[in-house]
Nanobody, 120 residues
Framework: VQLVESGGGLVQAGGPLRLSCAAS????????IGWYRQPPGKQRQLVAT?????????TYADSVKDRFTISIDNAKKMVYLQMNNLKLEDTSVYYC?????????????WGQGTQVTVSP
C-alpha cells in the first residue's frame, strides 16, 4: 500500500488549504485513515481521522475542531483535509496515515508527508 499526499504549500494566516491523500495497492478495505502532523521540534500528533467503514466516524484534535474537515472517498481511495482559518501554529509537515485490510491481514501505513507553512 502506498499513500501519497498532495496539496501542501505556503498560505497566509486566515486562509484555506486542502490536502489530499491517495491510497493505492492491493487494498481490500480501509478501516480508518487520517492526518497527523509533526511541527518542528515536536512529536507527531493526530490532526483528524475518519473510519472507512460504517458511518465515517471522525475524530479531531481540539486545536483544529471547527476549522478542519476530513472526508473520504472510498471508491477513489482518497482522503481529504479541508483546512480553513489557518493559524501560524498549523505550520507543520502533514502525514497521511491509514489502517488497511490487505490479503495478508490488517496493516498500518504512512505517507511521506507534505509541508504546510502558514505565514503572517
Amino acid at each position: 500500500v502506498q499513500l501519497v499526499e498532495s496539496g501542501g504549500g505556503l498560505v497566509q494566516a486566515g486562509g484555506p488549504l486542502r490536502l489530499s491523500c491517495a491510497a493505492s495497492g492491493s487494498i481490500v478495505s480501509i478501516h480508518a485513515i487520517g492526518w497527523y502532523r509533526q511541527p518542528p521540534g515536536k512529536q507527531r500528533q493526530l490532526v483528524a481521522t475518519i473510519t472507512g467503514i460504517g458511518y465515517g466516524s471522525t475524530t479531531y484534535a481540539d486545536s483544529v475542531k471547527d476549522r478542519f474537515t476530513i472526508s473520504i472517498d472510498n471508491a477513489k481511495k482518497m482522503v481529504y483535509l479541508q483546512m480553513n482559518n489557518l493559524k501560524l501554529e498549523d505550520t507543520s509537515v502533514y502525514y497521511c496515515n491509514g489502517l488497511f485490510r490487505i490479503s495478508r491481514g490488517n496493516f498500518e501505513y504512512w505517507g511521506q508527508g507534505t509541508q504546510v507553512t502558514v505565514s503572517p
